[in-house]
T-cell receptor, first 113, second 109 residues
Framework: KAGVTQTPRYLIKTRGQQVTLSCSPISGHRSVSWYQQTPGQGLQFLFEYFSETQRNKGNFPGRFSGRQFSNSRSEMNVSTLELGDSALYLC????????????FGPGTRLLVL | SQQGEEDPQALSIQEGENATMNCSYKTSINNLQWYRQNSGRGLVHLILIRSNEREKHSGRLRVTLDTSKKSSSLLITASRAADTASYFCATPSGSRLTFGEGTQLTVNP
């Protein structure tokens, strides 16, 4: 099976812009989670989608949003970018819940200037 | 905020030596997972140990879990330069994984 894919891999934006990141899970996986990784805060959970519904949300401002499509592909959007949003954004998929092993994509590295 | 703490934060050893990393967590868990991350890339799942298990092996990896102390350890035996990476423990809470701060392992050839 193909692994989790994320596009784009690298992105440079300026403050105030918005960005959309995409994640395609492993075929058959219905749960997609997003994480932000920064040197200062480590790996932080953003949100999780299961069957097109947001099932859990981390402690991030409303500028961070996401959605999941009927084919389980997911997108996350960050509006009004701030310098502190520079990070590696990781997507992970699993068959059902986070109690199971999660399979991570290579990540999208976002740099906000 | 991170649920767990890992120590050491950094570990440097020679090829062939064993590496031990420790993880502590705060809440009751169903299972605990270990992941590896090569520099700036995605995480790779290594091993999952359930709360009713005390020890689990996978190749050169050995994981222990002590739920009374809320701690786990990952042992990598006969380390190789290719084991150089960051290692994270993670605990599921609901539909999210909460990660420790990670241990940066450097294996010198």
């Amino acid at each position: 099976k193909a692994g989790v894919t994320q596009t784009p891999r690298y992105l440079i934006k300026t403050r105030g812009q918005q960005v959309t990141l995409s994640c395609s899970p492993i075929s058959g996986h219905r749960s997609v989670s997003w994480y932000q990784q920064t040197p200062g805060q480590g790996l932080q959970f953003l949100f999780e989608y299961f069957s097109e519904t947001q099932r859990n949300k981390g402690n991030f401002p409303g500028r961070f949003s996401g959605r999941q499509f009927s084919n389980s592909r997911s997108e996350m959007n960050v509006s009004t970018l701030e310098l502190g949003d520079s990070a590696l954004y990781l997507c992970a998929s699993s068959p059902g819940t986070a109690q199971e092993t999660q399979y991570f994509g290579p990540g999208t590295r976002l740099l906000v200037l | 905020s991170q649920q767990g703490e890992e120590d050491p934060q950094a570990l440097s050893i020679q090829e062939g030596e064993n590496a031990t990393m420790n993880c502590s967590y705060k809440t009751s868990i169903n299972n605990l997972q270990w992941y590896r991350q090569n520099s700036g890339r995605g995480l790779v799942h290594l091993i999952l140990i359930r709360s009713n298990e005390r020890e689990k092996h996978s190749g050169r990896l050995r994981v222990t879990l002590d739920t009374s102390k809320k701690s786990s350890s990952l042992l990598i035996t006969a380390s190789r330069a290719a084991d150089t990476a960051s290692y994270f423990c993670a605990t599921p809470s609901g539909s999210r994984l909460t990660f420790g701060e990670g241990t940066q392992l450097t294996v010198n050839p």
